[in-house]
């Protein structure tokens, strides 16, 4: 009898105890399903679903007469520790007095036996009930018969059965359904689970393959809802938040096909990806896994779903060579004290009274201790087989139900019964007038309704004895947290699988992934992770051109230079990414850049400073201190100084052709010009003092002021030649220069003529060390104001900044190259403004007394 022909009894029934009775209606329990079960009276129950037997055998449904009940075989210990989990959880929870006090909790547990049908009926088992006749009243007042079911263990199932409950609002908490199709809150409204779903275990394993940098793999999914719908996360996310692509994607058959799982290893043989990523059970690994021993396909790295990650059936020396190594996403671990001592207090039903349902606990014990309760089978004593007598010792067995270091699944189910129980301990609490209900009202036990528990499941909020904080989001998903698990094969053939990290999600921080790689085992020659990529990252000053009918992350690298019409292919460079080429980067010394905003200041102000000094000396021009030493080569120092602040400016900005022309012409020529006068005004100062004395006042006549002024145009004039035929025997020019980095250009002015160079400053420094030598003999002279003293102290400076700017200038590179220059110009264009000007100025503005003719000549003040 599968689940449609209950439900159209149970609606037959309806209608014709309806139509019997004109006051109340009545439906009639028209048969009952044979389910294992494990029950437990409340004032409240609670159902269970779990995976008590891994078979079942469905009888001949020929339609011709009443079918025979499906029997299960096949007792799976793991899930009656679930089951038993869930008892203890409703226990602990009667035993505490601050959870749901004066209440007793009760359970109705049922086996699915890992089919939908049995898994259908048992649901519907206990949302309607076992009485035989059901009178429904006007008011429906009444307790349910569950409050919530805790399952079911597989997303198929749990579909299934959700998309019925839904439409009553019956609440189920899954502890191991992961499909990201269950978040659905339109089809699923009262569905919630304690396990992540599979969309956050897709990216889980996508931060995975992100961080040791595998964009290359291969999926193998299950042919159900887990695998199809984790395919589909797959496709859509990996690409976005991984940069990584499915090499193929192969769906594992249910039923045995060897010739199938063949053509599956063989594309695994020959795809060149080494990551394998399986979203399957573990019936399909052992099917797959034979088939890979069999063709002997190793150098895989494998990475589990939480359904096999902790699989002991395939953690053998017969697979391990293929295996170990192998990464795995588990289920959060939990420890739940007192879980074991509750386990080893299990006894059986000696009188076989199933009112209680133990016949669940009497198939445990028999699989157990592999004995069997009278009356056994025909046959099973003459074979030798034991006969169960119920007070065997449990504690001394060795076996896995009694393991609880590695309680996963189980932990899911212990937070579910805790949910349930928070929520109905919530509504419990509701004051009259102030619920959340119509008119402020509350719920209660006496006229529950189930969507009101679910009301309160969705706000429910609490922290589990190990430390986990349990809530659930609008889509009834837990906050998720995942164990990372990596699979060891030790010396000896044994085997380990060990905790290497965990990747969760918090509200505060998002997804996070820990990982200890120090402890990781990769079962590889190298000890190292592996790579896997469909095609290497391309070098710089490459495109990726993606290869024709192949994944994104397949591609030909090819130079930016190919397929460019423009001749300036050089001016090109390969993305961040690799995908196409972009223009490169330029990089000069801009009035843009602070560096740029600084040395331009720096010009102009001196150039202001010129100009007041300038003004100064005009409006002064008849004093003692201005006519000094020829007022004229003041003025002309003044005006080729402006001319060396501004020439400073030609060195910023982008270089062209006349700007790298002007700068070197413009910056040698100013520069001589100045020193020049300088030059001059040194030798003036020594004809004068020559000429004050005794028979010296004819050397006046050869140095008078047209001497002067043609000894500063002869000077400026051989500069001006130098200059002249640099630029037209080697002339600067602009220059791109990529050799300082491939991914940038450098705009810069290449002196044409390092000779042509080296003959410009040379004579810059050639006339500055004629004017030092010359003040420095001068430096003695008897004058009051003593105008070599300053010349003296102006060209050591002067000399002191060019000597240090030749090898700061030969290792600057590009911009700074520029800089350099600029901060030369500047700074010993400072220095000769402020040492020749600055204690002139300082007499004429503040010490005025002192300007006078006397006090020059050293005669005293005049009053």
């Not at 790579?531 to 070098?539: F, N």
Request: charged residues 15%; aromatic residues 10%.
């Amino acid at each position: 009898m599968d689940a449609n022909s209950l439900l159209l009894m149970l609606l037959c029934s309806y209608f014709s105890s309806a139509a019997s009775s004109p006051l109340y209606s009545s439906c009639q329990l028209q048969g009952q399903f044979h389910l294992n079960g494990m029950h437990r009276a409340g004032d409240v129950v609670l159902g269970g679903l779990f995976e008590i037997h891994f078979f079942s055998t469905h009888p001949d449904l020929s339609f011709t007469s009443q079918p025979q009940q499906p029997t299960c075989h096949g007792f799976d210990v793991l899930g009656f520790r679930q089951a038993q989990t869930m008892a203890f959880a409703i226990d602990e929870i009667n035993r505490n007095s601050n959870l749901l006090p004066n209440v007793t909790l009760g359970y109705s547990l049922y086996d699915n036996c890992l089919q939908l049908g049995i898994g259908f009926r048992a649901a519907l088992s206990l949302t309607s009930g076992q009485e035989e006749q059901v009178t429904l009243h006007e008011t429906c007042v009444g307790t349910p018969p569950v409050l919530g079911i805790v399952g079911d263990s597989s997303s198929t199932r749990s579909i299934a059965i959700s998309t019925v409950l839904g439409l009553y609002r019956v609440p189920m908490v899954s502890y191991f359904a992961t499909c990201s199709c269950l978040s659905d809150r339109q089809k699923f409204p009262s569905f919630f689970r304690t396990i992540p779903s599979d969309s956050f275990q897709v990216r889980a394993m996508i931060q995975i393959l992100k961080y040791f940098g595998w964009t290359w793999a291969g999926l193998l999914i299950s042919d159900d809802d887990y695998g199809l719908h984790a395919a589909r996360s797959f496709q859509s996310d990996l690409g976005p938040s991984g940069g990584g692509c499915l090499a193929y994607l192969e769906v594992l058959p249910w039923s045995e096909n060897p010739a199938e799982i063949k053509r599956i290893v063989d594309v695994m043989r020959e795809s060149t990806a080494h990551v394998v990523i399986v979203f399957a059970h573990e019936s399909h690994m052992i099917d797959l896994m034979e088939e890979v021993v069999r063709q002997n396909v190793t150098g895989l790295q494998w990475i589990a779903s939480e359904a096999w990650t902790s699989a002991t059936v395939l953690q053998t020396p017969h697979l391990m060579p293929y295996l170990g190594g192998t990464l795995g996403i588990a289920i959060r671990r939990g420890e739940i004290p007192g879980l074991r001592e509750f386990m080893l207090q299990i006894r059986p039903d000696l009188h076989h009274n199933n009112s209680y349902g133990n016949d669940m606990v009497n198939q445990f014990w028999e699989y157990t201790f592999r004995c069997r309760f009278a009356p056994p089978p025909a046959g099973w004593v003459e074979a030798g087989g034991a006969l169960c007598t119920g007070h065997e010792d449990l504690d001394n067995m060795e076996s896995e139900f009694l393991d609880i270091l590695n309680l996963r699944p189980e932990y899911n189910v212990y937070k579910a019964v805790y949910a349930l129980a928070y929520a109905l301990d919530d509504m419990m609490q509701c004051e009259p007038g102030r619920g959340p209900f119509s008119g402020h009202s509350c719920g209660n036990l006496q006229g529950l309704e189930p969507w009101q528990l679910v009301y309160y499941l969705e706000k429910v909020n609490f922290t589990t004895p190990f430390g986990d904080q349990v809530s659930f989001d609008e889509n009834g998903d837990v906050l998720p947290i995942y164990d990372i698990m990596n699979w060891l094969w030790l010396p000896g053939g044994r085997t380990k699988v060990q905790n290497v990290g965990e990747v969760k999600k918090s509200a505060l921080k998002g997804e996070e992934l820990t990982l200890d790689e120090d402890k990781i085992f990769w079962n590889f020659e190298s000890k190292e992770p592996p790579r896997s990529v469909c095609s290497e990252s391309c070098p710089p000053g490459t495109r990726m051109a993606r290869k024709k009918g192949k994944p994104e992350c397949c591609f030909d690298c090819i130079p930016c230079s190919e397929g460019k019409i423009s001749n300036k292919t050089e001016d090109f460079w390969s993305s961040p990414q690799r995908d196409h080429c972009v223009p490169k980067k330029t990089e000069f010394l801009s009035y843009h850049e602070p560096l740029g905003i600084c040395l331009t200041t720096a010009s102009l102000l001196g150039t202001f400073i010129c100009a007041v000094v300038l003004g100064i000396f005009i409006y002064h021009r008849k004093t003692p201190i201005v006519r000094a030493n020829n007022s004229e080569l003041s003025f002309q120092l003044l005006l080729s100084l402006k001319l060396c602040f501004l020439c400073s400016l030609l060195f910023i900005g982008r270089p062209k052709l006349w700007t790298c022309q002007l700068r070197h012409a413009a910056f040698g020529i100013s520069f001589v010009l100045c020193v020049s006068c300088i030059l001059v005004k040194t030798m003036v100062v020594l004809t004068v003092f020559k000429a004050s004395k005794p028979g010296g006042g004819a050397s006046l006549k050869w140095f008078g002021a047209v001497q002067q002024r043609g000894t500063v145009l002869v000077l400026t004039s051989v500069q001006a030649a130098i200059c002249t035929a640099w630029l037209v025997s080697a002339s600067p020019a602009p220059h791109k220069n990529t050799q300082y980095h491939n991914d940038k250009i450098v705009y810069e002015c290449v002196v044409g003529s390092t000779i042509g160079f080296a003959v410009l400053l040379g004579y810059i420094g050639l006339l500055a060390i004629l004017s030092f030598l010359i003040a420095f003999l001068a430096r003695n002279l008897p004058d009051s104001f003593n105008e070599a003293k300053l010349i003296t102290f102006s060209m050591l400076i002067f000399c002191a900044v060019w000597v240090v700017f030749v090898p700061a200038y030969i290792s600057s590179p590009g911009k700074y190259a520029d800089a350099v220059e600029v901060f030369a110009i500047l700074a010993s264009s400072f220095g000769l403004l402020l040492a020749l000007f600055g204690p002139k100025c300082y007499i004429i503005l503040l010490r005025p007394e002192r300007n006078t003719k006397k006090a020059i000549m050293g005669r005293g003040t005049e009053s």
